[in-house]
């Protein structure tokens, strides 16, 4: 089955979801063993403004999933792909910041180098779905000017 940009894009966005949710599972897995999670320096209260912006931050991708699926105008299309230029430069800046972490995550380097590959290419996959609409339009006006 082929797929054209707009089915590989939510498939992209679904793996990029899935890696993100990953992430956080990963983070999270210390636990099982009886090892702290915290924050150094919390108060062990959870900062609510950092609640919202994690549900913004997974909220936002499942949006574009209904979004592609259903909307195919140029505007959205622009939209989407700021929004994935925002996604790409922020798991790009989230790796270099994790390499900053000691001791260093590997496993977690890993995976977001993962998410990084796949964000480049839904990045690249929705770039080329917004210029659909304008190489449809030039081939449009070839054949306007062929036929005269």
Request: positive net charge; without cysteine; hydrophobic residues 55%.
């Amino acid at each position: 089955m082929a797929l054209n940009n707009q089915g590989k894009i939510i498939v992209l966005w679904s793996v990029f979801l899935f890696g993100i949710l990953f992430h956080t599972q990963l983070g999270l897995m210390p636990l099982f063993y009886g090892e702290s999670v915290a924050m150094s320096g919390t108060k062990g209260v959870a900062n609510v403004f950092d609640l919202w912006l994690m549900l913004g931050f997974f909220a936002l991708p499942m949006i574009a999933i209904v979004g592609t699926a259903f909307i195919n105008s140029k505007r959205y299309k622009v939209i989407h792909f700021g929004l994935t230029l925002f996604y790409l430069v922020m798991n790009f800046l989230h790796v270099i910041f994790d390499l900053l972490v000691k001791p260093i995550a590997w496993y977690q380097i890993t995976l977001m180098v993962i998410v990084l590959i796949v964000g480049i290419l839904l990045n690249l996959l929705a770039f080329q779905w917004m210029r659909e609409n304008v190489k449809y339009k030039q081939q449009g006006k070839q054949l306007l000017s062929h036929d005269s």
